[in-house]
């Protein structure tokens, strides 16, 4: 399979933690990166202006804003506070002219699982009319069932197709990560769904490292964990996405490193791997 193109690279400022927001965009657009997608605390030190001044100066597509969601809660005045949080998740995606947002759905323990995937879907029915004024579109982002807990009872691309069926917007898609997908044995043709509903708003990368020491901050750069990268991009792009490529990694390990060379060694890894 064809080598990704730098053309296609986003890098996540989650992935460069350390980085402030400034040096991370001149950062990755010194490596040759196209595009960056926003963790939502990168905007709070600047504030949303100078945040977006940095960015349109940056040349970078932005890609998406990351993250809002969870929607279920106990109680209906904690739903609410939800929902307010997410209109202004996507005001500020707005803001920065970030086209998405990525949703990670939320759970609650006590919550049925059932009952949190209905608390869910009528969240993002709720936001559903805010977010097209904004012209911003919500990108369902399923976690791997080791966070289904707490962080989201959206725990396969099935359940986030589901979703995306029952509510029929052009606004509300999928955001496809690596991470917590690639075990699924209805992958393919989950993407192949999403793909004929053309509801692939987003594709995220790393590595799933083998033994995982950390569940939640220990993914691998590409190629060196078991995740079949290749494989999986040319089911995407079978399904007709084209878009950025995004690299997205939560690493102790990786943020103690001089995020310079960390950058580089992403960078050969992107193009050899994902």
């Not at 939502?40 to 100066?57: H, N, Q, V, W």
């Not at 690639?182 to 490292?209: K, M, N, P, T």
Request: aromatic residues 6%; neutral net charge; proline residues 5%.
């Amino acid at each position: 399979m064809a080598t990704a193109p730098l053309s296609r690279l986003c890098i996540h400022t989650i992935t460069t933690k350390p980085l402030a927001l400034p040096a991370a965009a001149k950062a990755y657009r010194d490596l040759g990166a196209a595009g960056i997608t926003v963790w939502r605390e990168s905007l709070k030190p600047l504030g949303i202006k100078e945040s977006a001044r940095i960015l349109t100066d940056s040349g970078l597509k932005v890609v998406s804003l990351c993250r809002t969601g969870f929607f279920p809660a106990i109680s209906e005045s904690d739903r609410q506070k939800a929902l307010d949080d997410n209109r202004l998740a996507i005001d500020e995606a707005a803001a920065i002219c970030a086209p998405l947002v990525v949703l990670v759905c939320g759970a609650v323990p006590g919550i049925p699982l059932a009952e949190a995937r209905r608390q869910i879907t009528d969240g993002i029915a709720a936001i559903i009319p805010h977010a097209a004024k904004a012209g911003v579109k919500l990108g369902i982002e399923p976690l791997h069932p080791m966070y289904a807990d707490s962080r989201s009872a959206i725990s396969t691309l099935s359940q986030a197709n589901d979703i995306i069926e029952e509510l029929r917007s052009p606004h509300v898609g999928v955001t496809i990560d690596v991470y917590h997908v690639w075990w699924d044995d209805q992958l393919e043709s989950q993407i192949a769904r999403a793909g004929r509903a053309r509801s692939i708003f987003s594709y995220h990368v790393c590595d799933w490292r083998s033994p995982t020491r950390d569940l939640l901050l220990d993914r691998g750069i590409m190629g060196e964990g078991c995740i079949p990268l290749r494989q999986i991009r040319s089911w995407i792009e079978n399904a007709g996405f084209d878009g950025m490529i995004e690299v997205e990694i939560f690493s102790n390990d990786f943020w103690q490193l001089d995020q310079l060379q960390f950058l580089k060694r992403l960078k050969s890894a992107y193009l050899e791997y994902a």
